[in-house]
């Protein structure tokens, strides 16, 4: 018999994970005998003479363990455990069958059936002890697991909200970020203007864009911050306000003349502002490459420097391409660096192009990049589309020679086609 004394010392400090046991046998003496026990031992516990009534129980409130005879009149224990794995439940029910059998078979066809453990009848206190114990266990690291995966749920959906919120972010700081580049092909008479900027990301530190200076002369420009992202993408839009094509007043390009006109600030000068404005009054980390071209659109010259941007292209009218420049330092990079303009001269039917190093950096799968080689050959291929369709195909260029149509890199682009006019109409 049962000793139930043996069973209380051992099981009152470990009556956390299980709390709730179902004593299911057609036997009543056994169900008191084995009720009692738990009851001492610190359990909450029920009885229930069949495994219907117990599968009834079930049902009104799972139990944390369950003590099952297998062999009763109607719905024997092999089937009650069967019928009580398939139940919805929040927690694990551990469940224990008792039997008389030691067959292998027959204990193979309780694992089958959903069992966790046996108890041999007679039952022996020590024995049940020990299958307690290890329910405990099992009932505890279950929880104790489950908590974790809701945990981890509601971290993963408030993940999922921030990021939610953070793209929605990012979505309208793009639409943002490319209505700085508001007139994408522009007229200006004597020459056209077409800008392209694609981010790799949703948003990137490119810029590209042009202003009108006076009668003769407009600005082209394109710039290239380090780094990609936001904080990339806010420094792009506070050199845009340094380049401002609507109030000249606040161009540092531009600088006022006698009688309200407007001249163009010498390209070099410009830069070397620059430079001093991020050295000294912006707080970042950033610096950045930049081109800056002031043409005139009657007589065709243009004055450029270069920051460390790509060497600009100049186009003939016959397709045949020049690779002008001679690089410079980055803007951001150096006090007091010093600048040199250098000038070409465009003739009616020839074009200039700005580009940022997200095209001719573009590699294959292989590693090899496109280079300003395959940039000229894409330009003398393209030698008779004009303004946004000529820049368009280029980016068809490196996706065909990539592979791909998402860049490692921003891509950006500015093309002056020269008319030779008598200015801005």
Known sequence: MVQETDLKPNLV???????????????KSLRTTLSRMMLTAGYDVREASSGHKALQLCHEDPPDL??????MPGLSGLEFCEEFRKMHRDGYGYFILLTSKSDKQDMARGFDAGADDFLTKPVN????????????????????????????RTTLDELQSIHDSINGDLI???????????????????????????SCGHVGGDLVGTFPINMSEIGIYGIDVSGHGISSAL?????????SAHTPEQNIAIVAGQGGDFL?????????????????????????????????????????????HPS????????????????????????????????????????????????????RPDGRMLSEVGLSAAMEEARDLRGLVCLETLVCRMTDFTGSTRFEDDVSAVLLEFRGRSGMS
């Open 13 to 27: 400090h470990r009556a956390k994970a299980v709390r709730k046991v179902l004593v299911v046998d057609d036997s």
């Open 66 to 71: 369950v003590l099952s005879d297998w062999m």
């Open 125 to 152: 206190s020590g024995e049940l002890r020990a299958r307690i114990t290890a329910a405990e266990r099992v009932v505890r690291m279950e929880r104790e697991l489950t908590e974790k995966n809701r945990m981890i």
């Open 172 to 198: 309208e700081a793009r639409r943002l970020q490319q209505s700085l580049v508001r007139d994408r092909q522009r007229d200006f008479g004597g020459a056209e203007v077409s800008l392209m900027l694609h």
């Open 235 to 243: 420094m792009t839009a506070r050199l845009a306000g340094y380049l």
């Open 264 to 308: 163009a600030r010498c390209p070099r000068e410009t830069v070397a502002i620059l430079n001093e404005l991020i050295l000294g009054e912006i707080e970042t980390e950033h610096y950045f490459t930049f081109l800056l071209a002031i043409a005139n659109i009657v007589t065709g010259d243009i004055t450029f420097v270069q920051a460390g």
């Open 312 to 363: 600009p292209i100049v186009q003939r009218a016959s397709g045949a391409v020049e690779i002008v420049g001679d690089g410079g330092f980055p803007v951001g990079l150096l006090n007091r660096a010093s600048y040199r303009s250098e000038t070409v001269r465009l003739a009616p039917g020839d074009r200039f192009l700005i580009h940022s190093d997200g095209i001719t950096e573009s590699r």
